[in-house]
């Protein structure tokens, strides 16, 4: 029993030795395989390279991977004199058989070559630490920005480099090269002399912590938010709204964002371009006003001389909710022409509720602004309504009540069609009218001669 045992173990170790043995093989022969075609790929590449600066191939009939380099060696413009060459013997000196992706970042590597007086290694001692596949579908394009990043890491940076940065070479933006070379020698960003705007080393700090994603501009506003106490969730609502007018007053500027930063509720209520709106609307660009008597019209700023000083958000939200509901203030998402039809002779209603002490009012809606507000209040269709308005197929009425305070509300909608025949009540939603407001209704028809429809009877 124990010699059939070991004998039986002996074979299993035999058969998983050579099956060991036969992986190892074909693991052997995909690396000469790999090795093969990575190598025929570099040389049909160095021989496309020099077929694009001899003219002999037009850059938009190389392949996909030579196209954009082909577009900068047959650039005599960008090449002036014996540049070309130098450039050709730069192309040849960075790409090797594991590198060949990087020629799909032609710009990146026309402004490497521009820069090339600032390199702090040399293009030899560079070792890449990202390969390529040559058998994967996408021909190294999932590679190239890693390679890139390498090797711009190895030629410019001896010190940290902020990831949003090293997008900078694949664009035609000068002073954006000349501030990361700068940064990767370990100068500081407040130091620069082309900066838009002074930094402080707060600032500086939090240029250099913005989101990989960003971009250059992006950041640096960052860094001055970040400075002053805001944070990322309220710099991103921030950047979204029309800010670039407060920005232009510093002094205010400072006092808004330490404003927010003084209470975040309004980011987390995402509130902050509502506040930004209606800072801009009072202090700056004035607003769009609608009367039915001069139609639609720009109200200059009503309050040149606003401050956030001693305002808490509770009392700037009360201001901005106010605004907002204003029935006379266009929103910026109305931005038609305003059309007007000709009004229904019918005649408005009011309906005093002695018991309620309520004063219910039924009116005309005689334009195509009125008719939007009138759906964007109520969260139905009838913004859409125009066409059965200007044709004469309909005419809309809101009623409303107000009470005892003098608060106004809407109620219902009621569109009346053809024959003066009240057809359709919808409230909110649309949802049904509730039985004192069809009563009010049913007073109006009655003193106009009108018909209803026999839903509402």
């Not at 029993?1 to 035999?14: A, E, G, I, Q």
């Not at 030899?124 to 890491?153: C, I, R």
């Not at 000068?174 to 990767?184: K, N």
């Given at each position: 029993?124990?010699?059939?045992?070991?004998?039986?173990?002996?074979?299993?170790?035999?058969?998983?030795?050579?099956?060991?043995?036969?992986?190892?093989?074909?693991?052997?022969?995909?690396?000469?395989y790999l090795k093969k075609l990575v190598w025929s790929a570099y040389?049909?590449?160095?021989?496309?390279?020099?077929?694009?600066?001899?003219?002999?191939?037009?850059?938009?009939?190389?392949?996909?991977?030579?196209?954009?380099?082909?577009?900068?060696?047959?650039?005599?413009?960008?090449?002036?004199?014996?540049?070309?060459?130098?450039?050709?013997?730069?192309?040849?000196?960075?790409?090797?058989?594991?590198?060949?992706?990087?020629?799909?970042?032609?710009?990146?590597?026309?402004?490497?070559?521009?820069?090339?007086?600032?390199?702090?290694?040399?293009?030899?001692?560079?070792?890449?630490?990202?390969?390529?596949?040559?058998?994967?579908?996408?021909?190294?394009?999932?590679?190239?920005?890693?390679?890139?990043?390498?090797?711009?890491?190895?030629?410019?940076?001896?010190?940290?480099?902020?990831?949003?940065?090293?997008?900078?070479?694949?664009?035609?933006?000068?002073?954006?090269?000349?501030?990361?070379?700068?940064?990767?020698?370990?100068?500081?960003?407040?130091?620069?002399?082309?900066?838009?705007?002074?930094?402080?080393s707060k600032m500086a700090h939090y240029f250099t912590q913005a989101?990989?994603?960003?971009?250059?501009?992006?950041?640096?506003?960052?860094?001055?938010?970040?400075?002053?106490?805001?944070?990322?969730?309220?710099?991103?609502?921030?950047?979204?709204?029309?800010?670039?007018?407060?920005?232009?007053?510093?002094?205010?500027?400072?006092?808004?964002?330490?404003?927010?930063?003084?209470?975040?509720?309004?980011?987390?209520?995402?509130?902050?371009?509502?506040?930004?709106?209606?800072?801009?609307?009072?202090?700056?660009?004035?607003?769009?006003?609608?009367?039915?008597?001069?139609?639609?019209?720009?109200?200059?700023?009503?309050?040149?001389?606003?401050?956030?000083?001693?305002?808490?958000?509770?009392?700037?939200?009360?201001?901005?909710?106010?605004?907002?509901?204003?029935?006379?203030?266009?929103?910026?998402?109305?931005?038609?022409?305003?059309?007007?039809?000709?009004?229904?002779?019918?005649?408005?209603?009011?309906?005093?509720?002695?018991?309620?002490?309520?004063?219910?009012?039924?009116?005309?809606?005689?334009?195509?602004?009125?008719?939007?507000?009138?759906?964007k209040v109520m969260m139905h269709c009838v913004g859409t309504y125009?066409?059965?308005?200007?044709?004469?197929?309909?005419?809309?009425?809101?009623?409303?009540?107000?009470?005892?305070?003098?608060?106004?509300?809407?109620?219902?909608?009621?569109?009346?069609?053809?024959?003066?025949?009240?057809?359709?009540?919808?409230?909110?939603?649309?949802?049904?009218?509730?039985?004192?407001?069809?009563?009010?209704?049913?007073?109006?028809?009655?003193?106009?001669?009108?018909?209803?429809?026999?839903?509402?009877?």
């Open positions: 029993m124990n010699r059939r045992h070991c004998s039986k173990s002996h074979r299993k170790n035999r058969k998983s030795l050579k099956i060991e043995k036969k992986k190892r093989f074909h693991k052997k022969q995909n690396k000469k040389a049909n590449t160095i021989n496309g390279l020099h077929q694009l600066y001899h003219q002999e191939v037009k850059a938009e009939n190389a392949s996909l991977l030579l196209q954009g380099i082909g577009d900068v060696l047959q650039n005599n413009q960008q090449l002036e004199g014996g540049k070309r060459i130098k450039f050709l013997n730069f192309l040849k000196q960075v790409l090797r058989p594991e590198t060949l992706p990087l020629l799909y970042a032609p710009t990146a590597l026309y402004n490497t070559f521009r820069f090339r007086k600032y390199w702090l290694n040399t293009l030899e001692s560079w070792q890449p630490v990202k390969h390529w596949n040559p058998t994967h579908k996408s021909g190294g394009f999932e590679v190239y920005e890693a390679m890139l990043k390498d090797l711009l890491q190895h030629l410019f940076v001896k010190y940290a480099m902020p990831e949003f940065m090293y997008p900078v070479w694949q664009a035609q933006h000068s002073t954006h090269l000349w501030w990361f070379v700068h940064l990767g020698k370990g100068g500081s960003i407040k130091d620069v002399r082309s900066l838009p705007f002074k930094l402080n989101p990989r994603h960003y971009s250059v501009e992006k950041a640096l506003l960052y860094g001055q938010v970040g400075a002053l106490g805001g944070t990322e969730a309220f710099f991103e609502q921030w950047y979204a709204a029309h800010w670039k007018r407060i920005y232009k007053d510093p002094l205010f500027f400072r006092q808004v964002i330490q404003f927010f930063a003084r209470y975040p509720e309004l980011t987390n209520n995402r509130e902050v371009a509502q506040v930004i709106s209606f800072i801009n609307a009072h202090k700056y660009d004035g607003q769009k006003i609608y009367t039915r008597a001069k139609g639609i019209v720009h109200e200059p700023p009503v309050a040149p001389s606003f401050s956030l000083k001693g305002r808490t958000d509770q009392s700037i939200m009360r201001l901005v909710d106010e605004w907002l509901s204003s029935p006379r203030v266009l929103s910026s998402v109305f931005d038609d022409s305003l059309l007007t039809w000709t009004p229904d002779p019918t005649s408005d209603f009011e309906y005093w509720d002695a018991e309620k002490q309520v004063l219910y009012k039924i009116s005309q809606l005689i334009n195509n602004y009125e008719l939007w507000l009138e759906g125009t066409h059965k308005c200007m044709g004469g197929y309909s005419t809309i009425w809101t009623m409303t009540k107000v009470n005892a305070q003098g608060k106004e509300e809407k109620c219902v909608t009621i569109e009346m069609g053809k024959k003066w025949r009240v057809c359709e009540i919808k409230g909110k939603r649309n949802r049904e009218p509730k039985p004192q407001e069809v009563e009010v209704v049913k007073q109006w028809v009655n003193k106009e001669n009108l018909a209803l429809s026999i839903d509402y009877l």
